[in-house]
């Protein structure tokens, strides 16, 4: 990872390198789903224990911002997010955490969160969908990469495959403008699918 990527987080941040525990690419990039026009999203631990989380935005560039314990607490919870930058292929690594965080997969508390933050993510587009198409197909497809990311890490204890999800993507991109219905009918028994087999390997010892 290039350190002029760094430094610009550094800056916008207005931190210094000694005050980042963790730092890492995230979204469209990492997934392969990106265009001309994205923008480049990062999630950064700072070194403050107090610290909370937050966002910071600048030209082209969303941060997602932890501290050393809202991002220990975000692995505990089994957080999709989060288990993506604990998995991150080298590539996406811009600070490796020293020492690194802690990690144990519970399946149970896994499934729960992974479809509490995917049928969220479903209202969610649902809700704005005639408004806000755009974000709403994005919403969407956070819905359907969430158990599919939580699914990998149930039966394989990590995250191996980002694009995994990417042809729901796809699907999502052919659909109207104007009727969330069509994307219920088209996508809506994958994702039920996809939470039915989280709730079954969470009752799996």
């Known amino acids: 990872m290039s350190d002029d990527v ?5 800056a ?3 931190v210094s390198r000694a005050e980042i525990r963790a730092a890492w690419r995230v979204g469209s990039r990492v997934y392969g789903t990106a265009g001309p026009a994205s ?3 990062f999630l950064v631990v700072r070194s403050k ?4 989380q937050d966002l910071a935005f600048a030209e082209g560039l969303n941060i997602v911002i932890h501290g050393v314990t809202t991002f220990q607490d975000a692995l505990d919870d089994q957080s999709v997010f989060a288990l993506e930058c604990y ?3 080298p590539a996406h690594v811009l600070v490796a955490s020293r020492p690194p965080f ?3 997969c519970d399946r149970k508390k896994l499934a729960s969160s992974a479809i509490g933050r995917s049928t969220a993510d479903w209202q969610k587009a ?3 969908f005639v408004e806000e198409p755009g974000p709403s197909r994005k919403k969407a497809f956070h819905a359907m990469r969430v158990p599919v990311f939580a699914l990998q890490v149930a039966k394989t204890g990590k995250i191996s495959d980002y694009t995994a999800a990417n042809h729901f993507l796809a699907e999502l991109r052919k659909g109207p403008d104007d009727d969330f219905a069509w994307y219920e009918e088209t996508l809506g028994p994958a994702r039920e699918a996809l939470c039915a087999e989280l709730t079954k390997l969470a009752g799996k010892r």
């Not at 760094?6 to 550094?10: A, E, G, N, P, V």
């Not at 224990?49 to 909370?52: G, N």
Request: net charge positive.
């Open 39 to 41: 923008d480049e999203d």
């Open 49 to 52: 224990p107090e610290q909370r």
């Open 12 to 14: 916008v941040l207005r």
């Open 126 to 128: 649902k809700k704005r």
């Open 87 to 89: 998995f991150a292929q």
């Open 102 to 104: 802690r990690y144990t």
């Open 6 to 10: 760094l430094s610009r987080l550094l």
